[in-house]
């Protein structure tokens, strides 16, 4: 096609449609209807508790595992990747970057269940990690080989989606997200280099990547009682303001609000980087409760961010709930956790764990009080009703 083609007038907006599609396609191997601009409008912070709360943690860059980990929740089926979740609301801690070679074709599978969620009259939520914070800023720390590849073929197929665009002159000239990134990296070995390029073109504030899949994220979420956030929230968060924080880290990841992240996203009292509550059972129980007290109607925090070895757990009388149990093999290749929160009921685990029987026989010596429940669909809780339900997905 010439670009100067009489006939290129009538085709662009099919023309864009088909290139983008194509573009996804290439990249994930999934389809999309038509996406609109990202809404300027900030989403809710605050949302009711629906008849299901599943959350679900730090996915880290495996595909194979967080399909697993929505699978056990009944979220998604491992084999379609397409929502099963119903009405259900889902939320997923963030950390979905870094430490795995899946990083892109996780966030493609997020977004598209997000979408059928939402046709669904569910929802699925995506929080912002200190990982994703990181690859905005440029931190690369935790970026593994299979991670630059993925990023170095999107790239490929991202600039032929330019060329074909190009080729029209009545499409507006589309915006080259690579300008200005270096070529070279000293002190980095020189087949990286493009991996680099592309991760930082992709990912820094207004790059098509953060701005298509990590500008609706939300950085602190209450639904019904429960508190979501990565790494945890401390007094001046709160006082900064729960909606001034998320519309604030909007604003910077879609190139509004500066290059560099704000400050209460960086250090180890930061949202993302907080491990107070969550790290070992000497958790300042008295502090998180005036955490939560400053919030009104939230009665736990839920967090991500510390691996938990030992599973999913709560302390602080459940006041504190960690679910990032270090599923991806970039991290411990944990077995899937994910939490329930039901209505009217106590939280509980669900578990994939073979051998959670014999930590429940521990458990059984801890604690003399013990109920088990029977549990739809072939589930049964293994824990006393006092403390976090576990349940093993026999599946």
Known sequence: MDASDSGCGDLPPVLSSFVDAFVD?????????????????????????????????????????????????????????????GAAVAVQVGDVLDRGGDELRLLYLLHRLKLDAAVAGGALITLHGNHEVMNADGDFRYVTPAGLEEFRGWAF???????????????????????????????????????????????????????????????????????????????????????????????WIMGLNGRRSPPYLRGRDSVVWLRRFSEGPNCDCEQLEEVLSMIPGARRMVMGHTIQEEGINGVCEDKAIRIDVGLSKGCTNGLPEVLEINAGDQPRILTSNPLYDERWKQEQKR????????????LAILVPEIRLKEVENKG
């Open 157 to 251: 197929w991202y600039r032929s989606g330019l060329a074909m665009k190009r080729l029209c002159s009545d499409l507006d000239p589309p915006r080259d997200p690579f300008r200005g990134v270096p070529k070279s990296f000293p002190g980095v070995k020189e087949e990286f280099w493009e991996g680099f390029r592309a991760r930082i073109a992709a990912l820094r504030p207004n790059g098509p990547i953060a701005s298509r899949f990590l500008a609706g994220n939300q950085t602190v979420l209450l639904v019904g009682d429960s508190l979501f956030v990565h790494g945890g929230l401390l007094q001046q968060h709160i006082d900064h303001g729960l909606e001034r924080i998320n519309q604030e880290v909007k604003d």
């Open 367 to 378: 604690q003399p009080v013990v109920v088990k429940e029977e549990v739809r669909e072939g």
């Open 25 to 85: 396609f290439s990249v994930s191997g999934l389809f999309f209807p038509p996406n609109p601009a990202p809404s300027p409008v900030p989403a809710a912070t605050r949302i009711p508790a629906p008849a299901r709360l599943v959350a679900v943690g730090d996915f880290h860059g495996d595909l194979p595992k967080a399909l697993q980990a929505l699978s056990l929740a009944g979220l998604a089926d491992p084999s379609s990747a397409r929502w099963t979740g």
